[in-house]
């Protein structure tokens, strides 16, 4: 049953890549980004621009996923693309960290969204990014987000 999501993901990573659907609403500013996915997507993620950490938010876009509309974040560091995919599922977080095609996928989940980065960037760069942004769902859960 994983197997198609991880499909899905990665498929939906590389087409983003290739056929310059990559953006559909291009801003590093969260209160852009954040707003435009009510009522394109199923989730509500957590946005944030991680510039002066070397992520930049470029913007965001919707993915079809097997069951849903999840968001992505699309992230810059250096010449890597991160996708960062966002969707809802019962149950807990029973998906492992792998690669695909030669693209790494890492999976999280802050509160009842889970999370999975895309990309060719390392993995010390991918997880860095998950601790950037659970930090900042948890600041935004305490209500201390703006």
Known sequence: QREPLLEALTRDHLESLRNGAL??????????????????????PVVQDFAPEGFTLAGGR?????????????????RHVINVFSWREP????????????????????????????SDAGWVELRRLRQLISEAGAEESSGRGS
């Not at 209160?31 to 509500?44: L, M, Q």
């Not at 492992?96 to 895309?118: K, N, P, Q, S």
């Open 23 to 44: 953006i559909a609403v291009e801003s590093s500013d969260h209160h852009t980004v954040k707003p435009w996915f009510a009522g394109r997507a199923d989730v509500s």
């Open 62 to 78: 919707t993915e079809a996923i097997p069951g849903q509309r999840a968001a992505v974040l699309v992230y810059r560091h250096q």
């Open 91 to 118: 149950g807990p977080l029973s998906y492992t960290d792998t690669t695909l095609a030669g693209y790494h996928l890492l999976f999280w989940r802050i509160a009842d969204v889970y999370y999975c980065a895309v």
